[in-house]
């Protein structure tokens, strides 16, 4: 049910999009956002912009501004791996270590990382290096 209701919010590139999926595929929720995910290639890194610059907009409550945080830090976290409290912290610590490291070191940081991402202690190290 839930993916028939939101098949008529998608945009016109989301609705061409999906054109390629069978009905059944179409009928599934989690099938239909799985393929509109990867198909617009958001990352974790785009999840984590979103939420950092998301701004509440003139024609929006609070309750649904709130709403769209959680669901934008929902697809983060998950984006990220993050399966339990532990996780998340050190999630959130990675992130702020990462903010405040110099461009070069940054730049150092990523290259190692390459497709993988450290965590905080590991980030902490290789900064240090």
């Not at 393929?35 to 617009?40: A, C, Q, R, T, V």
């Not at 990220?80 to 992130?95: K, M, P, S, T």
């Not at 990462?98 to 902490?124: H, K, M, P, Q, W």
């Amino acid at each position: 049910m839930r993916a028939k209701l939101t098949i008529p919010q998608l945009s016109d590139r989301a609705k061409s999009l999906i054109s390629r999926l069978t009905v059944r595929e179409l009928e599934n929720y989690d099938r239909l956002k799985g393929f509109l995910l990867s198909e617009f290639k958001l990352t974790d890194t785009e999840y984590k912009a979103r939420f950092d610059k998301a701004i509440k907009r003139n024609d929006e409550t609070h309750v649904l501004y709130t709403a769209r945080l959680k669901s934008v830090l929902k697809y983060y976290i998950e984006s990220r791996g993050v399966n339990n409290f532990e996780q998340l912290c050190d999630l959130f610590i990675a992130d702020k270590l990462r903010s405040c490291l110099s461009v070069g070191v940054l730049n150092y940081v990523l290259s190692l990382e390459g497709t993988a991402t450290f965590d905080a202690s590991e980030i902490a190290k290789v900064a240090d290096t």
